[in-house]
């Protein structure tokens, strides 16, 4: 449906870039329009009523007019502006990675409410958690769930035949568990241990909350970065550029889990 000549929505901004001498171009995440890239005209000067409203990672009420090329916002106020996750670096590192998955995996103008409330719940959660990794996980997970990419995780994606315990692989190329009989077929196919098919089933079904609660050896935590950093890095076609950052600032990343699985 055409989008009317001027409209209000909610918004949370993904990315920002300067354009011209005092606008931003701004890739945002509305609440019932999907991705959407438009302008913030003049925001850049500090006289703008639109400063501080548009910064990354900020939800705010918008009014945006329709234009020829871009729509522009004419008006933004804050709903919720994350301040614990953009008082730490780690954590919001953690907030830029996640608003950088959901860019990666959501087309334009493609209207996605699931995946938005889920930004909004890890946006607010990663400001608030001592338990990150799980909860980036189970984000991964759901993401993927709500963009139409979640893995096979129940039974063989190319036979269908049930999997017995501990003798499964992952493949990403084939886009989730395989039997032995199968492994064959995907030359990229790695050993799953039975504990972190477990984890990843709950945490691709569980809520955040359930996932934060959840305690798991560092091992097998690895493991099970390994296999979602592994399958996002197939889906996108590239490694997710936050992850650098993610790396330097602290803990949260996959880095020895990827190359092990990927080896
Ligand atoms: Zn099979």
């Known amino acids: 449906m055409p989008r009317p000549h001027v409209y209000n929505t909610q918004a949370i901004v993904l990315r920002s870039s300067p354009l ?9 995440f509305t609440s019932d329009l999907g991705k959407l890239r438009v302008s913030a005209r003049g925001v850049r000067r500090p006289t703008s009523k639109l400063g501080g409203h548009l910064d990354p990672l900020t939800c705010s009420a918008i009014t945006v007019a329709r234009g020829k090329t871009l729509d522009t916002i004419t008006s933004a106020d804050t709903l919720k502006s994350f301040l614990p996750l953009k008082s730490d670096l780690e954590r919001l590192a953690h907030g830029l990675y996640l608003a950088e998955l959901v860019d990666a995996l959501n087309p334009l103008e493609a209207p996605n409410s699931s995946a938005y409330s889920l930004l909004l719940e890890g946006l607010e959660g990663l400001g608030g958690t001592s338990n990150p990794d799980l909860l980036l996980r189970h984000l991964e997970l759901r ?9 096979e995780l129940h039974s063989c994606v190319e036979c269908h035949a049930a999997l017995t315990p501990g003798n499964h692989l992952f493949s990403p190329q084939a886009g989730g568990v395989l039997c032995p009989t199968c492994r064959p077929l995907h030359a990229d196919a790695v050993h799953l ?13 569980a809520t955040g ?14 493991e099970v970065a390994g296999l979602t950093s592994a399958f996002l890095r197939h889906v996108l076609e590239r490694e997710v550029r936050s992850l650098a950052f993610l790396r330097l600032v602290g803990h949260g990343a996959p880095d020895e889990a990827v190359s092990s699985a990927s080896s």
Do not use: N, Q
């Open 20 to 28: 011209g001498e005092a606008d931003r171009l701004l890739t945002i």
């Open 143 to 151: 993401l993927l769930a709500h963009t139409g990419f979640l893995p």
């Open 193 to 205: 241990s039975v504990e972190a098919l477990k984890v990843v089933r709950y945490l691709s079904s």
């Open 209 to 222: 909350e359930s996932a934060i609660r959840l305690r798991v050896p560092k091992p097998l935590a690895r």
